[in-house]
């Protein structure tokens, strides 16, 4: 889009190849400033523009699922803000804001949205990062286990490459699911179908024992001041080796070490998780109190302490709270919305 009309308008994109090829899109990317601002290339995103900027969000029937925070130079986002809070209220939607900065959800706060934390986000600076010492034993012996048992790993090269292994795995996302008794996650996690390794945005690492892939993980770059690469997407087949999952992200942070163009690994979004700051935002009690009964409940919305044990034991140099932004009075409707929206219930 070399140029765009004074009025907004809301343009939708399929995968990273469409987005990057939108020369406005591409432009703004350059203001996002969460990691998890990657999930916009996700199929069936909607883009509400203008010249200065855009806002991504998700659409499922009036939910508008708002995700990467407002996309424009600092001394525009307010302006724009507004413009997309009339477009919701002409189209009766329900915005909701989630994967922001924080400036983001001051911004959303200022224009009567309640804030509240729903989880937190764990990231690894690479700078120096070394698996060496007492506190990465447990994980070395983890690796080295897999590694016994004879589990080799490596990149898939080239997109022909994911398309003759695609078969592989998509069968394993199949067992991945059946073992778990659940239905895929939508939205907040990388839709399957749009990884593209020929765009540069993905990567794919894949565990093998014999000519079988056993595992793999999707790797997503990420733009904005934390730029890195993002633990996208994991699956494994049931029963194989005990850290198998840790062999793969190895030889990733080893490849990304090695050629040193990318500063952060960003393990992502754990939901109902470290609820212990006060300082953090917190406007609406009802909200506030549901979500840390959930986090008392373990796993009965989300794996979250599993997920937050794997993710604590590459030592994260940086721990965030994660928010999500909503009208006020509506925190039970952006609870259940947010959750069914994403398949997490």
């Known amino acids: 889009m070399s140029m765009l009309p004074d009025i907004p308008q809301v343009i939708t994109t399929g995968n990273a190849q469409d987005v990057l090829g939108n020369s406005h899109l591409r432009k703004v990317l350059c203001y996002a400033k969460h990691p998890l601002s990657s999930l916009l290339f996700n199929s069936e995103t909607l883009w509400f523009t203008n010249q200065k900027g855009a806002i991504g969000f998700f ?48 911004l959303l706060k200022n224009n009567g949205f309640s804030v509240n934390q729903l989880g937190a986000s764990y990231s690894l600076s690479l700078n120096g990062y070394d698996m060496k010492g007492k506190r990465f034993q447990q994980l070395r012996n983890k690796i080295s286990k897999s590694r016994r048992a004879g589990i080799s790993v490596r990149e898939i090269s080239s997109q022909e490459e994911y398309y003759r292994l695609k078969p592989q795995l998509e069968q394993i996302n199949q067992l991945w699911l059946k073992e778990k008794h659940a239905k895929a996650l939508k939205k907040l996690v990388i839709d399957f179908n749009t990884v593209e390794v020929s765009s540069g945005e993905h990567r794919v690492y ?40 840790q062999f793969i992200n190895e030889t990733a942070i080893n490849d990304f070490l090695g050629e040193g163009t990318v500063s952060y690994l960003h393990l992502g979004f754990t939901p109902l998780v470290e609820f212990g700051e006060e300082k953090n935002f917190n406007d ?22 599993s997920q937050r044990q794997y993710k604590m034991s590459w030592r994260p140099s940086l721990i965030e709270p994660e928010y999500i932004a909503f009208p006020k009075g509506k925190a039970m409707k952006a609870l259940w919305s947010t959750l069914r929206t994403t398949n997490s219930i």
């Open 284 to 305: 609406s009690a009802i909200f506030h109190k549901v979500a840390k009964w959930l986090s008392s409940k373990g796993g009965i919305v989300y794996p979250a302490i």
């Open 206 to 245: 894949i565990a093998t024992r014999g000519e079988q892939i056993q595992a793999y993980i999707v790797y997503s770059y990420t733009w904005g001041e934390t730029s890195g690469w993002f633990h996208s997407l994991s699956r494994k087949k049931p029963d194989i080796p005990d850290g198998t999952m």
């Open 59 to 106: 659409q499922d029937k009036n939910l508008h699922m708002c995700v990467g925070g407002i996309l424009a130079p600092d001394e525009e986002r307010a302006a724009l803000l507004q413009l997309f809070l009339n477009f919701t209220r002409e189209k009766r939607a329900f915005p909701v804001f989630l994967h922001g900065d924080e400036s983001d959800f001051v």
